[in-house]
């Protein structure tokens, strides 16, 4: 879809027309579909080392930021830490497979050839990454890399400065509250690894991620277990 910025702009503003904030998010994911030459798209909140997926396009591109989050391995993991775009242009072969092995291997196994992800925030500080996911490698021209970071720019927005709530029982609350809900539970899940093991925050999430990738499943998974006390860990 060739567009220019002032008609990019039209579009994200007619994807988010009368969203509920909190679904503002999956909006500018499907947003930034439609301009850009990708597949999928997701956005998740970057914290303590943790990804967290807010928002998808579709439950293939959901699962690809669930992926990245278990390993903590991939394009978004390396955009968050350095507050810039990470281009992972190619996932078959080259220097972006070797980078990234395993996310490398499973990605391609869902059909996805390339990655781009970018960064959430300003120069200070980086909140987390919108990653776009393609099925064919491939650069992004220089217009598609202003597109993506155009919606990169509206995503930031609607996660730190849209209005509150104002139905009259969250007023006080900030809609990302809600959003951010399996965020918190997960540090909930490290604190309480932590005191299982005696270990440290890095460490409990590592055996979180290591417990994940086991038996094929989401860290996400295991933390919601881990605080529903449906899964302990017990020190080696």
């Known amino acids: 879809m060739a567009v220019n ?19 503002m998010p999956a909006r500018l994911c ?3 579909v439609k301009l850009l030459p990708v597949a999928g798209a997701s956005v998740s909140l970057h914290s ?14 959901a699962r690809l930021a669930e992926v990245q989050a278990t390993l903590g391995d991939g394009p978004c993991l390396d955009a968050s830490e350095a ?17 990234w092995p395993v996310f490398a291997q499973q990605a391609t196994a869902a059909g996805v050839r390339a990655v781009y992800s970018m960064p959430l925030g300003n120069e200070a500080v980086t909140v987390g990454t919108l990653d776009l996911y393609r099925t064919t490698p491939g650069e992004l021209t220089a217009r598609e890399l ?10 930031t927005l609607a996660l730190t400065a849209l209005p509150r709530e104002e139905d ?11 959003l951010a809900t399996e ?6 899940a490290i604190g309480m690894i932590m005191a299982q093991l005696g270990v440290d925050a890095d460490e409990a999430l590592a055996r979180l991620r290591g417990d994940a990738f086991a038996h094929s499943r989401t860290a996400l998974d295991v933390a919601h277990d881990v605080v529903a006390h449906r899964r302990r860990f017990e020190p080696a």
Not at 5 to 20: C, Q
Not at 85 to 99: E, I, N, S, Y
Not at 146 to 155: D, E, P, S, T
């Open 5 to 23: 910025r002032l008609s990019a702009v039209d579009v994200i503003a007619e994807g988010v027309r009368d969203a509920p904030p909190g679904e």
């Open 30 to 32: 499907s947003v930034a």
């Open 48 to 61: 303590g080392g943790m990804p967290v997926r807010l928002g998808a396009s579709s439950a293939e591109a």
């Open 83 to 99: 507050g810039a775009p990470v281009l992972a242009c190619d996932l078959t072969a080259g220097r972006d497979a070797r980078r």
């Open 146 to 155: 202003r597109l993506a970071l155009l919606v990169a720019g509206a995503m």
């Open 168 to 178: 009259g029982s969250r007023g006080d609350d900030s809609w990302l509250s809600g």
């Open 183 to 188: 965020h918190d539970e997960v540090h909930q």
